[in-house]
Structures are given as structure tokens and as C-alpha cells.
Antibody
């Protein structure tokens, strides 16, 4: 079945970096825009970025622009989120989801904690 | 940015009774292609979000038909015709017409 599995989360100090991955199965990643959404502890959902099929159409929320980079490797059926200059307010569960507007399939998420 | 508001934010319901959640956007959600990209998601405790409804009223495969979506312009509603125990969780509306795409604050549904 269609599945997304995130990985790469963990504990990082302020100013540090992490790279999240999202492995897709059950469908061809190259057929879909892909998205990252995050959820701070006890809070709501925040849409942070999407990337087009060929990677030429990318957009970021202001909260992460200039610090986060979304990318994809269609040959590996994988989506990535490079997170630099991390701040305490980036602490959240990060979800990848299929499609930009429809978000029809979500992964279980990977947790990122930014703390000294 | 388009602000999505939901009401109520907390909704205690009796099993078997109906429930209704309102979602309002700060501006029209009609996209240039004529579609209205308004989704509803359910997040059960400890789980990731699951899409229930897309483009206002289209129910996802596997979603019970007790869930329905309606609305137009800036006012949208998610209805549960008869609440069941498995419906406990937080419900979010989301607009994907205007960047940045935004979610409502969520409505927490629990059983009285």
C-alpha cells in the first residue's frame, strides 16, 4: 500500500543541523509533488515546504526560509529536508505528505528536538 | 496570509449524536482553476493526521459516510452524523489555495 516513512530526527543543539528523509513506497515518487508539515509539541499543524515533481518549483514558509532546504531523489523514491541553523522553535514532529494541495497520505513523522 | 478559524475549539459529544465543526477563511478560497482547495484532517491521539475530506466535500476512500463536508467561499463545515468512539481526536481544516497554505487551530472532539 501507499506508505511514507520519515527518519533522521533527533536531539540537536541550537545552531546545529539535521537532515530528514522520507522514503516512499507503494507509489512512484516522481509522480507527485511532496510536502513537509510540522507540529510543535501540543500545538497545531504548520505547512513548511513543498517541492514539485522535477524539483524546479519549491516554496518555503517564512519561518524556515533561508535555513531549510527541501530536495528529492526520484530514483531513490526519497524526499529530504536539510535543516540548518536550528532554533528551539523548530522543535516539532516533522511529517512528509504526498501532493502539495491534497496531502492525501502522511507518514508517521520523525521528532526533532532543538535544545542545549 | 489566509487565516483559518475553527469553532468550536472543543467539542464534547454524546455517542450516537451528531457533531458539526465550522471553519472560516479570511478570504475566498477559489483558486484560478476554479477549485476550492479546502481539506479536512483528523488526528487521533498519538497518530499522524489523516485526510478525511478534500475540495470541500469529497470524502476519501475508507472514510465512513457519517463524515461529510460542505461550504463555499469562506465558510465550511465538517459534520459527523453519529459520533462513534473512534472519532475522538483533533480535526483541522486546511486551505491550499493561497500560499502560505494554512491550517485552522484544530477542534478537539471528545466523548461526554
Amino acid at each position: 500500500q501507499v506508505q511514507l516513512v520519515e527518519s533522521g530526527g533527533g536531539l540537536v543543539k541550537p545552531g546545529g543541523s539535521l537532515r530528514l528523509s522520507c522514503a516512499a513506497s507503494g507509489f512512484t515518487l516522481s509522480d507527485a509533488y511532496m510536502t513537509w508539515v510540522r507540529q510543535a509539541p501540543g500545538k497545531g499543524l504548520e505547512y513548511i515546504s513543498y517541492i514539485s515533481i522535477d524539483g524546479t518549483d519549491i516554496i518555503y514558509a517564512d519561518s524556515v526560509k533561508g535555513r531549510f532546504t527541501i530536495s528529492r531523489d526520484n530514483a531513490k523514491n526519497s524526499l529530504y529536508l536539510q535543516m540548518n541553523s536550528l532554533r528551539a522553535e523548530d522543535t516539532a514532529v516533522y511529517y512528509c505528505a504526498r501532493f502539495a494541495r491534497e496531502l492525501d497520505v502522511w507518514g508517521k513523522g520523525t521528532s526533532v528536538t532543538v535544545s542545549s | 496570509d489566509v487565516v483559518m478559524t475553527q469553532s468550536p475549539l472543543s467539542l464534547p459529544v454524546t455517542l450516537g449524536q451528531p457533531a458539526s465543526i465550522s471553519c472560516r477563511s479570511s478570504q475566498s478560497l477559489v483558486y484560478s482553476d476554479g477549485n476550492i482547495y479546502l481539506n479536512w484532517f483528523q488526528q487521533r491521539p498519538g497518530q499522524s493526521p489523516r485526510r478525511l475530506i478534500y475540495k470541500i466535500s469529497n470524502r476519501d476512500s475508507g472514510v465512513p459516510d457519517r463524515f461529510s463536508g460542505s461550504g463555499s467561499g469562506t465558510d465550511f463545515t465538517l459534520k459527523i452524523s453519529r459520533v462513534e468512539a473512534e472519532d475522538v481526536g483533533v480535526y483541522y481544516c486546511m486551505q491550499a489555495t493561497h500560499w502560505p497554505f494554512t491550517f485552522g487551530p484544530g477542534t478537539k472532539v471528545d466523548i461526554k
